[in-house]
């Protein structure tokens, strides 16, 4: 159940009330009894919880790790293609199945 705060207009009495959304929304005031107890706008008291909802998940900068590849993986390229080389090789082209007519 839902905390809610409420406040007097008239004499100031404020008070935390745990009610079930359902309950009716107080308006007489406990303390000078005054239709004036309205419900305050307050933060919301909850934290989401489960993958990618808790606090500390990217504070390092990083995703956790999940286990699972959501796309191809590349491979990191080859130290020696990478030094000065400027531009990318071109692909390799596939070779063509040898037919042998005998």
């Known amino acids: 159940m839902p905390i809610y705060a409420y406040r007097c207009d008239e ?3 404020a ?5 079930k959304m359902s309950d009716p929304v107080l308006t007489v005031c406990p303390s000078c009894g005054q239709p004036a107890f309205k419900k305050q ?3 919301a008291g909850f ?9 500390t998940d990217f504070r390092g900068g990083k995703a956790p790790a999940t286990g699972t590849a959501s796309g191809p993986v590349e491979k990191p390229a080859p130290a020696a293609a990478s030094e000065g ?3 990318p090789a071109p692909a390799a082209k596939p070779a063509a199945p040898a037919s042998d007519k005998s």
Request: net charge positive.
């Open 47 to 55: 934290q989401l919880k489960g993958t990618g909802w808790y606090a």
């Open 15 to 19: 008070k935390d009330v745990l009610q």
């Open 41 to 43: 706008l307050t933060a």
């Open 85 to 87: 080389a400027s531009a």
């Open 11 to 13: 004499c100031g009495f």
